[in-house]
């Protein structure tokens, strides 16, 4: 059984702040393109989840973890919502992460899809996100009926430091 998502206050966040820590460190040493490196330490990690507080305190993040029942971040997705006025009505996915623990059971499906909903019920129309070219991830969003438009060359540098492609991608929401 996929575990509900749950919502993270600012105190969740700080609460899970090690467990989730240890999530990215889990994609980082799976070669995801994720913004870190190989090497990046349990306390890099950890402090660059607590750089996303003031966006999730003022809600221009809502950030989303499944736990096993031990607490254990199996997985989490960000939405981050536009601020702008002439963008409002769009929302982008981001840090979409799954344990290698957890794969090939519906959590990255089930995660980008609750983001979805959230997305349509605070008013956006449209979604955007990026991936590395060629990932796992690419699979996930193209049946999951995102529409790739558009690939930079040598965009981000995997966890070893070679430059990737990444794919941008939209998805309008009905």
């Known amino acids: 059984m996929t575990p509900p998502p749950l919502l993270l206050t600012p105190e969740g966040l700080d609460a899970r702040r ?12 799976d070669g995801a393109s994720v913004g870190f490196l190989a090497g990046t330490t349990h306390a890099e990690a950890a402090a660059w989840w607590d750089t996303l507080r003031p966006s999730v305190a003022d809600g221009t993040r809502l950030l989303w973890t499944a736990e096993d029942p031990a607490g254990r971040a199996l997985g989490t997705v960000s939405l981050l919502r536009e601020q702008k006025p002439n963008g409002r009505h769009r929302a982008e996915i981001a ?12 959590l990255g499906r089930h995660l980008l899809t609750h983001a979805e909903q959230a997305a349509r019920t605070a008013g956006a129309t449209l979604l955007l996100l990026d991936t590395q070219t060629g990932s796992p991830a690419e699979r996930l ?12 060359p040598a965009h981000a540098a995997t966890p070893d430091g070679t430059l990737a492609d990444t794919t941008y991608y939209y998805k309008h929401l009905a």
């Open 18 to 29: 090690d467990t989730l820590a240890d999530l990215l460190l889990d994609a980082v040493a």
């Open 95 to 106: 840090k979409l992460l799954v344990h290698r623990t957890a794969r090939g059971a519906g």
């Open 141 to 152: 969003y193209r049946t999951a009926h995102w529409t790739p438009f558009g690939t930079v």
